[in-house]
Nanobody, 117 residues
Framework: QVQLVESGGGLVQAGGSLRLSCAASGRTFSGHAMRWFRQAPGKEREFVASIRWSGGSTDYADSVKGRFTMSRDNAKNTVYLQMNSLKPEDTAVYYC??????????WGQGTQVTVSS
């Protein structure tokens, strides 16, 4: 079992920054990727960023490249999403995700990010 707890969301003005955290407990599936997704009202959940526990390689959605940075702290089993130059269209609930080697997807409860114009 894996438990994921997100934090760090809030209300920020356009152009501002926030840092989200996702603390993982239980199994962390070393070698697999941790991901951030987001879901805006009335829209489907979409991929934002990913990072591998080992090696730290990252991947980003085109919409956030150059503005968001995902990182990890292996000792704390925590991943972060540094979000800079935020735009109103970044407003969403942000979720942390990991998929087990057996294909089971685990999700956190989500953290709300609201960007005002």
């Amino acid at each position: 079992q894996v438990q994921l707890v997100e934090s760090g969301g809030g209300l920020v003005q356009a152009g501002g920054s926030l840092r989200l955290s996702c603390a993982a407990s239980g199994r962390t599936f070393s070698g697999h990727a941790m991901r951030w997704f987001r879901q805006a009202p009335g829209k489907e959940r979409e991929f934002v960023a990913s990072i591998r526990w080992s090696g730290g390689s990252t991947d980003y959605a085109d919409s956030v490249k150059g503005r968001f940075t995902m990182s990890r702290d292996n000792a704390k089993n925590t991943v972060y999403l540094q979000m800079n130059s935020l735009k109103p269209e970044d407003t969403a609930v942000y979720y942390c995700n990991v998929v087990s080697p057996f294909g089971v997807a685990y999700w956190g409860q989500g953290t709300q990010v609201t960007v005002s114009s």
